[in-house]
């Protein structure tokens, strides 16, 4: 029996864990603790309070400022195992909350000195997706005129490409093009010199396949396609295209594509209702531009096979303002590199490919996937009968965040137990477990005040009476520590809410509602239920558990608003325990019928 109770105590702990595991979503960073007193109680029992806290922690509160004093808010410092200690403290009776209080921070704005000429990565929404990730580990074969390792991408890693137009191993850049594609990418980031890219933390695989003139063969790009994915990529760019459809570079897609990779490229620069080759392909995410306004440049290719849009610049003359803004090589003297702005639907596929980089990095591998999330969570434009926009206007920070919705992954889950004690046996002696014994005793208890009524009005269970019993002592409780992000928490709070603490629920406080938490609620619903032959029990049952819901919170912790915590909060909490018991006897008992 006893190793019975230890397994039920253990497997309830878990289940609790589990419900009540947030994911790193609310994992920050603090070093004190928000304690909130309640409005109600005046200087002299806070000052008792703090006295006694200064006593028992060896720490003293102080106002958070000076605008602090009406509202009772103080801190003191502190981190996890002082939390846990002060949650499960008598001092949370006296206060409306205690909870860390964590350090936020403005957004990365890199320290690059032209960052600020980046209208680009600004118009993605790039800065709230760096806060998340980088896109470490993830792989991008820019599959182009090569790339060069100029000064702003000394710190960006690289891994072993190809040359397929010389058949060499060193892919370096004779054009251009390439490195600064390469740039948008990934390039250097807060490292005080240049521009920013997109994934500076992704790594680049090089693959060269058009020559100094920026022209190359099917056959190469097709090998480079299935290089790439033989070798580890996650994302290709193409940053190329023509009017020519091609069977080998179709098969070569299809094999990318079936090894889980994301192929992306661009739509071409001809402003026509016609996508170039290879965007048009199936399994291929093609990319529009757009000017700084967000608006589609005229240079674009639109319609059929235009998937999504993204920067691609728009410049007046020689100004650059309005173009991309790389590191790149300077074609013009070899070994020399320049910042230049360029424009074109291929200085807008490296804006999604980054972005892709980022998503998958944040926990979506499939490729298919990474399309969905990057199409779902752009910028819709609604009035778009030719396709300009495809799904609509990258956003990074939407694709990230919703790419991590739901992304849990076992080493995050490790790090919550050991963080939050659980992986300590203390925890199972004297910790966190022990919450769970009053809602396990309202649930017993409501039971057994069942039974007992049962020897003296005979009825038969009945799920009705099962889940009155339930709804009425603990409810559903691991649900008030379920988490889903971006959801509101208010609906999993009444769901792991008992009808005595409904109100509590309702108000966000520990303390519970003197109307809920007493016999107003199960009289009300016997009222309306008493003539229902079924419902009746669900009625009978909800005053059986909100008396043994009552009985122990009078017992362990009698805490109610506006009546304290004394003998008052006892006497009340125990008086409508009675009362609630009486109501499910009076409801139970068989009619008499005379004749």
């Not at 603790?33 to 109600?40: M, N, P, V």
């Not at 996937?369 to 956003?395: C, M, T």
Request: glycine fraction near 10%; aromatic fraction near 10%; charged fraction near 15%.
């Amino acid at each position: 029996m006893k190793r019975l109770l230890l397994s039920g105590l253990f497997l309830a702990g878990l289940l609790w864990a589990l419900f009540s595991f947030r994911g790193l979503a609310t994992q920050g960073t603090y070093d004190s603790i928000i304690l909130d007193f309640r409005e109600d109680l005046g200087a002299a029992q806070v000052e008792q309070q703090l006295q006694g806290f200064a006593h028992q922690f060896g720490a003293t509160p102080r106002f958070n400022s000076a605008f602090s004093t009406d509202d009772h808010v103080f801190v003191v410092d502190g981190d996890r195992t002082l939390l846990r200690a002060l949650l499960k403290s008598s001092l949370s009776r006296y206060t409306e909350i205690i909870e860390p209080n964590y350090q936020y921070s403005i957004q990365l704005l890199p320290n690059d000195p032209d960052y600020s000429k980046q209208w680009n990565l600004r118009s993605i929404n790039i800065e709230p997706a760096w806060d998340s990730t980088r896109g470490n580990g993830t792989i991008v074969a820019v599959i182009d005129t090569g790339i060069t390792r100029v000064p702003d991408l000394e710190l960006t890693n690289f891994v072993e490409g190809y040359d397929f137009v010389n058949d060499r191993a060193e892919a370096t850049d004779d054009n251009g093009h390439g490195t600064h594609v390469a740039g948008t990418i990934a390039q250097s980031t807060n490292n005080g010199k240049g521009v920013a890219g997109i994934a500076y933390g992704a790594s680049l695989m090089p693959l060269k396949v058009l020559n100094a003139n920026g022209s190359g063969t099917v056959a190469d790009i097709a090998e480079a396609i299935k290089f790439a994915a033989d070798n580890g990529a996650h994302i290709i760019n193409l940053s190329l295209g023509g009017g020519g459809e091609s069977q080998l570079l179709q098969q070569a897609i299809e094999y990318a594509h079936q090894k889980g990779v994301l192929v992306v490229a661009a739509a071409g620069n001809e402003g026509r209702n016609s996508v170039s080759y290879p965007a048009r392909y199936r399994h291929v995410v093609g990319v529009a531009a757009l000017d700084p306004a967000g608006s589609k440049t005229p240079y674009s290719n639109y319609g059929a096979g235009i998937d999504l849009s993204a920067p691609g610049g728009l410049k007046n003359g020689d100004d650059p303002a309005g173009g991309i803004l790389q590191n790149t090589i300077d074609p013009a003297r070899p070994g020399t590199d320049i910042y230049a702005a360029f424009e074109g639907t291929s200085m807008a596929a490296p804006h999604v490919a980054g972005v892709a980089a980022l998503v998958r990095a944040s926990g979506v591998t499939d490729p298919d996937q990474i399309e969905q999330v990057l199409k779902e969570s752009a910028i819709a434009i609604q009035d778009d009968a030719l396709n300009y926009y495809g799904a609509g206007k990258l956003d990074a920070s939407a694709a990230v965040k919703l790419a991590e919705k739901g992304q849990i992954t076992f080493r995050d889950f490790f790090n919550w137990l050991r963080e939050n004690g659980y992986l300590n046996p203390r925890f199972w002696i004297d910790g966190g477990v022990t919450a769970l014994v009053p809602k396990i005793a309202m649930v017993l208890g409501s039971y057994i005040l069942a039974w007992f009524l049962r020897n003296y009005f005979p009825f038969r269970w009945s799920w009705s009476l099962s889940a009155g019993l339930i709804a009425g002592s603990a409810g559903l409780f691991p649900f008030k520590g379920f988490y889903l992000f971006d959801a509101p928490q208010l609906p999993f709070r009444l769901l792991g809410s008992s009808i005595p603490e409904i109100g509590s629920a309702l108000q966000g406080t520990t303390l519970l509602n003197p109307i809920f938490a007493s016999v107003l609620i199960p009289f009300g619903l016997i009222l309306l239920l008493l003539g229902h032959a079924q419902w009746k029990w669900f009625a009978i049952g909800t005053a059986l558990g909100t008396a043994a819901c009552l009985g122990v919170s009078a017992a362990i912790a009698p805490a109610l608003l506006w009546l304290g915590s004394g003998h008052l909060a006892q006497s009340f909490l125990a008086v409508n325990a009675v009362l609630c018991f009486a109501l499910a006897a009076l409801a139970a008992k068989p009619e008499v019928r005379h004749s």
